[in-house]
């Protein structure tokens, strides 16, 4: 049996083993806690040191040129597509310009396929005018018979009339084919007798009766208020009344004037014969004449 001293000794030691068996047992390292954390610091800051070092020359060039050929393809795709773009614009701008000049050519000749219409419809619409003044020829409208004389009144009427403007003529001659009267027109009174048409048989006495009106002696009472014009067109008519400025200088200054064709004005003048057929000519015929002071295009 060992003394007690020594037996004390004997177990401090057992239990140190055991302590240490566990320790090991229990996945533990026989080197102690603070040598391992230096360890794991040390390796740390060698793979810091390792990433943070600076990039050698060689692989700074491989990056600067791998992103030089990454943008050097992008401009190139860029590039492409930007021409393609502009070839389609080229192309499509080409087939405009060609539809634009089409379209002109085609203007330019619309145009003047209207004119040449237009000039052909004038003449056309001037020949049918004349037919229709030509078929009206025989033709008078008298103006200011009183409404109380009827229909089958008018014939007599106007033999009475006619008698007086023309006292040689026998009845034969004064033969009436036809007279009655026209509708009236929207913007006169309704105290305004209607306008009677009449047609004479022979065309020189009916010639006879409208010089006789104009430059006859006056009718009596009853027929004082009667005027004799002749039927003509309603193209007629309105191409006439544009010569109205010129007509009221001309009856102004007492200068005899006759109608021609197509619409003109005949003016025998100092042993010459002056035809105007549009109002400028007129107005400066009429200036040198001493009829107008002075002629300014725009105020006619």
């Not at 390796?43 to 700074?60: F, G, I």
Request: net charge neutral; with cysteine.
């Amino acid at each position: 049996m060992a003394p007690p001293k020594a037996q004390r000794q004997l177990e401090g030691t057992r239990t140190s083993r055991s302590e240490k068996g566990r320790k090991i047992q229990d996945g533990g390292s026989p080197i102690s806690g603070s040598s391992l954390s230096g360890l794991d610091l040390e390796e740390q800051d060698a793979d810091l040191l390792s990433n943070t070092s600076p990039a050698s020359e060689r692989a700074m060039h491989d990056m600067l040129q791998g992103l030089r050929t990454t943008l050097q393809a992008d401009f190139k795709e860029a590039l492409q597509e930007l021409r393609h773009d502009v070839q389609d614009l080229g192309e499509r701008t080409d087939n405009l310009e060609t539809k634009s000049d089409d379209i002109c050519l085609a203007h330019n000749d619309l145009v003047d396929r209207h004119q040449n219409l237009q000039i052909a419809h004038d003449a056309l619409a001037t020949k049918v005018a004349d037919l229709e003044d030509r078929s009206r020829r025989n033709n008078m409208r008298i103006r200011g018979v009183p409404e109380a004389v009827g229909l089958a009144d008018l014939p007599a009427y106007l033999m009475e009339v006619f008698q007086l403007l023309l006292p040689s003529a026998s009845l034969q001659d004064l033969l009436l084919d036809r007279a009655h009267r026209l509708p009236k027109a929207k913007h006169l009174s309704p105290d305004v007798p209607r306008d009677v048409i009449v047609r004479v048989h022979f065309y020189h006495i009916k010639e006879s009766l409208m010089s006789a009106a104009r430059k006859g002696p006056a009718l009596p009472t009853p027929y004082a208020n009667l005027l004799l014009f002749a039927d003509l067109s309603a193209m007629t008519l309105a191409k006439r009344r544009e010569f109205l400025p010129l007509t009221k200088l001309l009856r102004n200054h007492e200068v005899a004037y006759r109608w021609g064709f197509p619409t003109k004005l005949l003016i025998w003048r100092e042993g010459r014969l002056h035809a105007i057929t549009n109002i400028p000519s007129g107005m400066l015929l009429l200036q040198e004449w001493g009829f107008v002071k002075e002629y300014t295009p725009l105020a006619w």
